[in-house]
């Protein structure tokens, strides 16, 4: 998916889709064509009903995502309609995670710059390696901010760690980002390869259904409260009472055992 050189890695197995920002010589940072890429990446992963769990990271060991790919601003991103149809891209694979059904987790190592933090912060959980970097150089290159986006950041992460990131523009390193609640884990370079896995592994074999009524939950929180649909919560939670998957999981308690989830 994308272009040469730069693309969006899909890989399915075991009931986690991986997806890799895949642009290695630039730090995984994102083209056009990768931003246009992913949301068709999430898709896939959603329509597949063995997938339970999207896990979004980068290429390498150096990078998450270093943000968007300056180098083709002035092809790509030069006269307002441009910008337009750019921006528009950017939105909609935000869009993309923040709205999937499915659990969305970012696995960091390295840089997470940019518009590589704005795709971490719109996965669900984030968990990195104790060499991971996050920063918005907004204000170090004159960019504004717009009004949307840090809403949906203080939304996520609150005031503090926002105001944080836009007016210093400086670098967190993985303390910091965990004290401003920014990732979930931060685990040591030896140890992460092992404890996220684990962590991916165990989620997918959560039941599909509690996990969906619990990520509309979660989206709908995001809203404007006039907004919010919780008739829409209520039924996916009604429908996990009434599922084959609710049995499973009171018979496998009585049993002892771990229980096996089909989606059902």
């Not at 390498?60 to 441009?82: H, L, N, P, V, Y």
């Not at 939105?91 to 923040?98: C, R, S, T």
């Not at 170090?140 to 210093?168: F, N």
Request: glycine share 10%.
């Amino acid at each position: 998916m994308a272009g040469s050189g730069a693309t969006i890695r899909y890989e399915g197995e075991a009931g986690i889709a991986r997806l890799t920002l895949a642009h290695g010589a630039r730090f995984n940072a994102m083209t056009l064509g990768m931003w246009r890429a992913l949301p068709e990446a999430i898709a896939r992963a959603e329509a597949d009903p063995d997938i339970r769990v999207i896990a979004l990271t980068g290429e390498g060991e150096k990078a998450f995502c270093a943000g968007a790919d300056i180098s083709e601003f002035g092809e790509q991103r030069s006269s307002t309609e441009q910008i337009e149809r750019y921006n528009s891209a950017v939105a909609a694979a935000n869009a993309a995670l923040a709205a999937a059904t499915k659990p969305t987790i970012a696995l960091i190592r390295g840089i997470c710059f940019g518009g590589g933090f704005g795709l971490a912060m719109a996965c669900d959980l984030r968990l990195a390696r104790a060499d991971a970097r996050f920063r918005i150089p907004a204000a170090r290159v004159g960019l504004g901010y717009g009004h949307a986006g840090v809403e949906t950041m203080v939304r996520r992460i609150g005031m503090p760690a926002v105001a944080e990131l836009l007016l210093s523009a400086r670098i967190l390193n993985g303390d910091e980002a965990y004290h401003y609640q920014i990732i979930h884990r931060l685990w040591s370079g030896e140890d992460f390869p092992a404890l996220s896995e684990a962590y991916l592994t165990d989620m997918a074999g959560n039941a599909p259904l509690s996990m969906q009524a619990a990520k509309r939950s979660l989206i709908e929180l995001t809203k404007h409260e006039a907004e919010r649909s919780p008739e829409a919560v209520d039924a996916l939670v009604a429908a996990c009472f009434a599922s084959e998957d609710y049995r499973e999981g009171q018979q496998a308690f009585l049993e002892k055992r771990r229980p096996e989830f089909r989606g059902r």
